[in-house]
């Protein structure tokens, strides 16, 4: 289920990407900035209506696992670090 997210989030990333355009007269803008974020469950965050107010502001690339808490019981390949569980990334912007 958590691989179905992240890969439809992906997917929604490189579909909203390839819709931005550069002309002679715009600069580019990065896509990277203002975006929101919350570890843990979210439900109905897929919604445009969710209110996501109450979640951290982040500006990608971000790693949430790398927050920790570090602890021996994870696996060492990954730096002991807890990659599991959930975590959602929203943003929301105009597009002409």
Same mark, same amino acid.
């Given at each position: ?7 439809? +989030? ?61 602890? +021996? ?24």
């Amino acid at each position: 289920m958590i691989r179905i997210r992240i890969k439809f +989030i992906l997917l929604i990333c490189l579909f909203m990407a390839s819709c931005m355009t550069v002309t002679e007269n715009t600069e580019p803008v990065s896509f990277n900035e203002g975006w929101k974020f919350h570890k843990g469950e979210a439900k109905n965050a897929q919604y445009l209506s969710f209110d996501d107010s109450s979640w951290r502001d982040q500006n990608l690339p971000h790693d949430w696992a790398i927050e920790g808490p570090f602890d +021996i019981q994870y696996n060492a390949r990954c730096g002991g670090l807890p990659f599991h569980g959930e975590g959602w990334y929203r943003k929301s912007f105009n597009v002409s």
